[in-house]
């Protein structure tokens, strides 16, 4: 197995936000869910104060899908337990997104020892964080979004692989994986 070394250029001068509205939106969702993640097992009022949104109000275009998801309850909280991100959040997970991006190639990362690691590395080096907070654990955060990113990733080019129609001796191994 190789081991990966990181030689690419992480400036921000290009912006890490994606361009369509709907993976905008979705990478909102994620940060909600990374959030939530974060607050159990760092419960802290200054890091809340500093990265969740309190005023029950989706006035963003990238909170839309945040917006369906709200509803009353019992206690007056409109999203419930979904956390809404602010910006500053929103912002940090999108640079987190972007070096992910650049670091993580499906097809190489299959001869790549301890990719996971790397990437956790790299982006905890790479990408500040947006908290003055002395006892949050970014690689925690981190680990976390990367774990879901590999996740998706693979999900999704698995689902991809079994739309390919294969045949011949040519195909013979991805004819297998499909079950074909």
């Given at each position: 197995m190789k081991s990966v070394s990181c030689s690419?250029?992480?400036s921000y001068s290009d912006q890490p936000e994606p361009n369509d509205l709907c993976e905008q939106n979705a990478l909102m969702y994620v940060c909600g869910y990374l959030l939530r993640k974060l607050f159990t097992w760092h419960n802290c009022d200054a890091c809340k104060a500093t990265f969740c949104d309190t005023s029950n109000e989706c006035n963003d275009d990238r909170k839309v899908f945040l917006s369906f998801k709200a509803y009353k309850c019992n206690d007056?909280?409109?999203f419930?337990?979904?956390y809404v991100p602010l910006v500053l959040f929103y912002s940090f997970i999108c640079k987190c997104n972007c070096v992910f991006l650049k670091l993580f190639d499906l097809k190489k990362?299959?001869?790549?020892?301890?990719?996971r690691r790397n990437v956790v590395d790299t982006v905890t080096k790479t990408v500040p964080l947006p908290s003055k907070c002395m006892e949050l654990d970014i690689s925690k955060l981190v680990t976390s979004f990367v774990n879901m990113m590999i996740f998706y990733k693979v999900r999704f080019f698995n689902r991809d692989v079994k739309?390919?129609?294969?045949?011949g001796k040519k195909n013979k191994k991805c004819a297998i994986l499909c079950h074909n």
């Open positions: 690419i250029d992480f007056a909280r409109v419930h337990s979904l990362a299959c001869n790549l020892s301890d990719i739309e390919v129609k294969v045949s």
